[in-house]
């Protein structure tokens, strides 16, 4: 329903964090698809950073409430420049390493 009326922007709270595996990967290339199709624009609210690592081209990084570095997806995962942004891919290594799926 939410894209009948062709929306530039789609707000996605915890879009699939409530989804086993099969169906999140399902929906993600939905939304994937959709995208490329009608030019879409998410604002993808996660904790999980493997997800955004995935589907965002740029993020956003909160602290408290506050954003404390934005950017790039891949400079923001190679060269984080906020001390908790350091901390936060710190705590999950392979992910600074590991490349996105295409």
């Not at 999140?24 to 030019?39: F, I, P």
């Not at 936060?88 to 600074?96: N, Q, V």
Request: hydrophobic share 45%; net charge negative.
């Amino acid at each position: 329903r939410a894209l009948i009326t062709k929306p530039k922007l789609v707000i996605c709270d915890e879009p699939v964090s409530m989804l086993d595996a099969t169906i999140q990967a399902e929906v993600l290339e939905l939304m994937l698809e959709l995208k490329r199709e009608d030019n879409l624009t998410y604002l993808f609210i996660t904790h999980d950073l493997w997800l955004a690592r995935f589907l965002c081209d740029r993020i956003a990084v909160m602290n408290q409430g506050q954003i404390v570095e934005m950017g790039q997806t891949q400079a923001i995962f190679s060269n984080p420049q906020h001390p908790y942004t350091q901390e936060l891919l710190a705590a999950a290594p392979l992910l600074r390493k590991s490349n996105p799926i295409d």
